[in-house]
């Protein structure tokens, strides 16, 4: 069976303090995974994707397959990153669903 | 193109109605999904479609709720009787075969 884990419900952290908001994975083929934000009352939009292996408003993510993890990383955290983030996976050869984590609260203090 | 569209945006209903929430997929695009959020649960899949054809609603609580796609520009999302425990954010989203996945803005339903 395919999982998608956040294990942390709400995140804070000061602006320009580092942020990782972490996702693990079990899953034994070979997956696609993404990152979802859905900020204030807003619809939720695709942030990355690990294929594109892009930096998007300073966010990257590596896909670990060793550890099944694909932990989204930002070096400086801005006020407007406060939002909630959703990790979420696709099986590499179905195309179907896409499975989502339950999501992380991220706040940026001023 | 618009996105996805979704009506109503807020709904407020009594305990015992019927509540149909509508979604419009972008054009092309031939799966359908329909989501629901909540504080405890986060995005829960209720159902998703593929050329208008349900392929999986095991996510579907009950037999309260009812789901179609009678063509491809149009879905429903139906409840009857609602309950206050149905009271969630409803999202409906598609896509055009694998890859990301365009949301529309939600319906916020609140069940008295």
């Known amino acids: 069976a395919q999982r998608v884990t956040q294990p942390e419900k709400l995140l804070s952290v000061f602006k320009g303090a580092p942020v990782e908001l972490k996702c693990n994975y079990s899953y034994s083929g070979s997956p696609e995974l993404f990152w979802y934000v859905q900020y204030s009352r807003q619809r939720l939009q695709l942030l990355l994707r690990?294929?594109s292996r892009e930096s998007i408003k300073g966010f990257t993510a590596d896909l670990n397959k060793g550890e099944t993890s694909f932990h989204l990383k930002k070096p400086f955290a801005q006020e407007e990153d406060s939002a909630m983030y959703y990790c979420a996976l696709l099986r590499g050869s179905t195309l179907g669903r896409l499975y989502f984590g339950r999501g992380t609260q991220l706040t940026v203090w001023p | 193109d618009a996105g996805v569209i979704q009506s109503p945006r807020h709904e407020v209903t009594e305990m015992g109605q019927e509540v149909t929430l509508r979604c419009k997929p972008i054009s092309g695009h031939d799966y359908l999904f329909w989501y629901r959020q909540t504080m405890m649960r986060g995005l829960e899949l209720l159902i998703y479609?593929?050329?208008?054809?349900?392929?999986?609603d095991s996510g579907m609580p009950e037999d309260r709720f009812s789901a179609k796609m009678p063509n491809a520009s149009f879905s429903t999302l139906k409840i009857q009787p609602s309950e206050p425990r149905d009271s969630a954010v409803y999202f409906c989203?598609?896509?055009?075969?694998?890859?990301?996945?365009?949301f529309g803005e939600g319906s916020r339903l609140t069940v008295l």
């Open positions: 479609f593929n050329n208008n054809v349900p392929i999986d």
């Open positions: 989203a598609s896509r055009y075969v694998a890859g990301e996945l365009f």
């Open positions: 690990h294929i």
